[in-house]
């Protein structure tokens, strides 16, 4: 192992450690010890990723079609399963396992796995990739989890641009994709469509919908350039903030940390993508490199998607900051990402 992959690893341990102190004060006042069960999680995904890395990435590759059909099959049984409220988990003994974070690694590697020899020059070439990658956010939107759903896309359309794609050969897809927006609008949960109503204005419902984006605003804003201090955020200590410990444990940092704390985190988030951009430009085969690009479009799209609907620039969609938010499923799928930068082929 090279200097730069310890920095990559470094840089990940960094933000894992402040993570999880962060997760004691957003879980301070909780019942059960989510600072066990998230180390528990972590050191799981040590050996799973200790596993994986030692397959490597090119049988990993040939296995796509299996990973992905694996992964359906999950999605499949999680919503047969009876479940209270949303079906997203299947359990296994004291462990929960969420199958669309599974199809969050499966899918760009059955991507990369069964189509990187297509060349993307004819309309028909856009069809299957599109299809499989639908036909998975389908069943994830099913459960409903819209976060989970939507986080599929940016790998397909990611795999197009690197493969270079006639993107005005795909313009009838686009269109017609574009077409289909108000019929899934019309299917959306009652609460989804406040979600997109309240993000526009959240005032519209402040007691309801609007008000985790209400409260989550406030605790970015009144951490102030260098914040209140640990354990002392109000927001989340006195649990004004919902689910202050997973999906919304940003506004717990920012609030606690302020604005330098902010910067200081981001930093170190930028760091580690770049580092895994250093890594995967550097790797000389093809399809290895595009596997890793993808999982690192994967990763960024999460980090910014979930700190800006923290702070209203994106609808709330559901989705766990990496290495900061509570839940095993993220975790171990985001290691073992990080895992195969770490892999020499």
């Known amino acids: 192992m090279n200097k730069r992959l310890d920095i990559l690893i470094l840089y990940v341990l960094l933000i894992f450690l402040i993570g999880i102190m962060n997760l004691y004060s957003a879980s301070y006042n909780f019942s059960g010890n989510y600072i066990m069960r998230q180390v528990i999680w972590f050191l799981i995904s040590l050996l799973v990723a200790s596993g994986v890395?030692?397959?490597?990435?090119?049988?990993?590759?040939?296995?796509?079609l299996v990973f992905y059909i694996t992964s359906l099959l999950l999605l499949i049984i999680?919503?047969?399963?009876?479940?209270?409220?949303?079906h997203r988990w299947i359990?296994?003994?004291?462990?929960?396992i969420q199958p669309s974070q599974i199809m969050k690694f499966t899918l760009p590697v059955f991507l990369v796995s069964v189509f990187y020899y297509s060349n993307f020059e004819t309309l028909s070439s856009f069809i299957m990739p599109l299809f499989f990658t639908l036909f998975g956010a389908i069943l994830i939107a099913k459960e409903p989890d819209l976060g989970g759903s939507l986080m599929l896309f940016p790998s397909v359309v990611t795999f197009f641009i690197l493969k270079k794609a006639k993107f005005r050969k795909a313009l009838p897809w686009i269109i017609a994709a574009l077409m289909t927006v108000p019929i899934l609008y019309l299917n959306f949960k009652p609460y989804q469509?406040?979600?997109?109503?309240?993000?526009?204005?959240?005032?519209?419902?402040?007691?309801?919908?609007?008000?985790?984006?209400?409260?989550?605003?406030?605790?970015?804003?009144?951490?102030?350039?260098?914040?209140?201090?640990?354990?002392?955020?109000?927001?989340?200590?006195?649990?004004?903030?919902?689910?202050?410990?997973?999906?919304?444990?940003?506004?717990?940092?920012?609030?606690?940390?302020?604005?330098?704390?902010?910067i200081a985190l981001l930093g170190l988030y930028l760091l580690m993508l770049r580092r895994m951009h250093s890594i995967a430009s550097r790797k000389k085969d093809g399809a290895s490199?595009?596997?890793?690009?993808?999982?690192?479009?994967?990763?960024?799209?999460?980090?910014?998607?979930?700190?800006?609907?923290?702070?209203?620039?994106?609808?709330?969609?559901?989705?766990?900051?990496?290495?900061?938010?509570?839940?095993?499923?993220?975790?171990?799928?985001?290691?073992?990402?990080?895992?195969?930068?770490?892999?020499?082929?």
């Not at 951490?223 to 919304?248: C, M």
């Open 53 to 64: 890395s030692f397959i490597g990435i090119r049988r990993i590759l040939s296995l796509g």
């Open 78 to 86: 999680v919503l047969i399963l009876p479940a209270e409220g949303a």
């Open 91 to 96: 359990k296994f003994g004291f462990l929960n």
């Open 193 to 262: 469509k406040n979600r997109i109503l309240t993000f526009m204005n959240p005032q519209l419902d402040p007691l309801g919908a609007g008000y985790t984006l209400i409260q989550s605003k406030i605790a970015v804003g009144s951490g102030n350039i260098l914040g209140k201090g640990w354990l002392n955020g109000a927001q989340g200590q006195l649990r004004f903030l919902p689910e202050s410990h997973t999906d919304f444990v940003f506004p717990v940092f920012a609030e606690e940390w302020g604005f330098i704390g902010v």
């Open 289 to 345: 490199g595009i596997l890793l690009n993808l999982f690192l479009v994967t990763i960024s799209v999460q980090i910014i998607v979930n700190i800006g609907m923290t702070i209203g620039i994106f609808p709330i969609v559901g989705l766990p900051l990496p290495f900061f938010s509570y839940g095993g499923s993220d975790l171990i799928v985001t290691v073992v990402m990080i895992a195969l930068f770490l892999r020499d082929e």
